[in-house]
């Protein structure tokens, strides 16, 4: 009989998010995401960074002070890094990712033409960029759905 207790598709891909998270510099939000096409095949990951070259040690991080002393106009999101490491087409694509995107990162899921977000924590659901995200998906029919934890805890040794 075979194995009966390995990991679903969701928990697969939703951990690789959770594991990408840990790459994250900024010591405030560690956001991670996985995309995956129609046949549950990777095609990119991605976590919350500074662009490519820019120096982490030189950029800020911080969340307060005039906006050129924050992370904000700088840090690359997740989903944003993920869409735009793959060279190839996320046509018809699921997109794992531990907060719900941005309406920023939204613009780039729609044009990128990823019809499905599977999502974790929705903690800035009352922010006007969740906000205008959410009203942007919902129009062009992009399935949202909350990922529903097995309540699994998997260590890994490393
Ligand atoms: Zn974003």
Known sequence: MKRQDYISWDEYFMGIALLSAQRSKDSNTQVGACIVSQDNKILSVGYNGMPTGCDDDRMPWSREGSKLETKYPFVCHAELNAILNREGSLKGGRLYVTLFPCNECAKAIIQSGIRE??????????????????????????????????????????
Do not use: F, H, N, P
Request: net charge negative; hydrophobic share 35%; with cysteine.
């Open 117 to 158: 977000i599977v999502y974790m924590s929705d903690k800035y659901a009352d922010s006007e960029e969740t906000q205008a995200s959410k009203l942007m998906l919902g129009m062009v029919g992009v399935k949202c759905r909350q990922y529903e934890s097995a309540g699994r805890d998997i260590t890994l040794e490393l």
